[in-house]
């Protein structure tokens, strides 16, 4: 299933700046226009590379206040979670990382590429409501791989060396996916990381950390 493609909309020529104060607590996805906002400039990245968008700003229908967008976002590979509709974001403003359950550790390689080649710094965790990984445990996966091979002796000892980093507890996901994140040395000093877990039925998206 491909992701829905939002059209590109005109950007005014003015630029806004979020204040730097402000934190979002909760919102609505919003579908309006956005402008960028004037930061420092990303580090210099191979051509063949192209940066993301700089930050966007976005208006917040619940608080009526200016919203700095992510500029990676790491997320779930579920086929109802849909970035571009969700929270208005359009093709080339953020890298979408995306893998089962949105789990930090199983994106640390790509946010390294995100950070040192493409210039990034701003992580958001997006985690959702009815989430495929709290209905299994890892050893239970590990012995259906097993039992559909069961004598290929390789297969079986390497699944039993991945972690399927399943979890029973949503928002202690998001919290313990921010907190390693900002406690590992691979992420760049000063990163803004935020949590969020998106509703799958009401479509609101509201920030636990």
Same mark, same amino acid.
């Given at each position: 299933?491909?992701?829905?493609?939002?059209?590109?909309?005109?950007?005014?020529?003015? !630029?806004? /700046?979020?204040?730097?104060?402000?934190?979002?607590?909760?919102?609505?996805?919003?579908?309006?226009?956005?402008?960028?906002?004037?930061?420092?400039?990303?580090?210099?990245?191979? @051509?063949?590379?192209?940066?993301?968008?700089?930050?966007?700003?976005?208006?917040?229908?619940?608080?009526?206040?200016?919203?700095?967008? !992510?500029?990676?976002? /790491?997320?779930?590979? =579920?086929?109802?979670?849909?970035?571009?509709?969700?929270?208005?974001?359009?093709?080339?403003?953020?890298?979408?990382?995306?893998?089962?359950?949105?789990?930090?550790?199983?994106?640390?390689?790509?946010?390294?590429?995100?950070?040192?080649?493409?210039?990034?710094?701003?992580?958001?965790?997006?985690?959702?409501?009815?989430?495929?990984?709290?209905?299994?445990?890892?050893?239970?996966?590990?012995?259906? /791989?097993?039992?559909?091979?069961?004598?290929?002796?390789?297969?079986?000892?390497? !699944?039993?060396?991945?972690?399927?980093?399943?979890?029973? =507890?949503?928002?202690?996901?998001?919290?313990?996916?921010?907190?390693?994140?900002?406690?590992?040395?691979?992420?760049?000093?000063?990163? @803004?990381?935020?949590?969020?877990?998106? =509703?799958?039925?009401?479509?609101?998206?509201?920030? /636990?950390?």
């Amino acid at each position: 299933m491909f992701l829905h493609k939002i059209p590109k909309v005109a950007r005014p020529p003015n !630029v806004l /700046v979020a204040p730097s104060h402000y934190r979002a607590h909760s919102f609505v996805a919003p579908r309006h226009k956005r402008v960028q906002e004037t930061a420092e400039e990303p580090l210099p990245v191979p @051509k063949a590379l192209p940066p993301a968008k700089r930050l966007a700003i976005s208006m917040c229908p619940i608080l009526g206040c200016r919203v700095a967008q !992510v500029q990676t976002l /790491v997320t779930c590979m =579920d086929a109802r979670i849909n970035p571009f509709s969700q929270l208005d974001i359009s093709e080339g403003d953020a890298h979408i990382i995306r893998n089962a359950g949105g789990m930090a550790k199983d994106a640390l390689r790509s946010l390294i590429i995100s950070q040192r080649l493409l210039g990034t710094r701003e992580i958001a965790v997006y985690h959702h409501t009815g989430c495929g990984m709290v209905t299994f445990r890892g050893s239970e996966l590990k012995r259906l /791989v097993k039992w559909a091979d069961p004598d290929n002796i390789s297969c079986a000892e390497q !699944v039993d060396k991945i972690d399927f980093l399943e979890f029973n =507890d949503l928002e202690e996901s998001v919290k313990s996916d921010v907190n390693f994140l900002k406690e590992s040395p691979l992420i760049l000093k000063g990163t @803004k990381i935020t949590g969020w877990i998106h =509703d799958i039925d009401t479509g609101e998206a509201t920030r /636990v950390i």
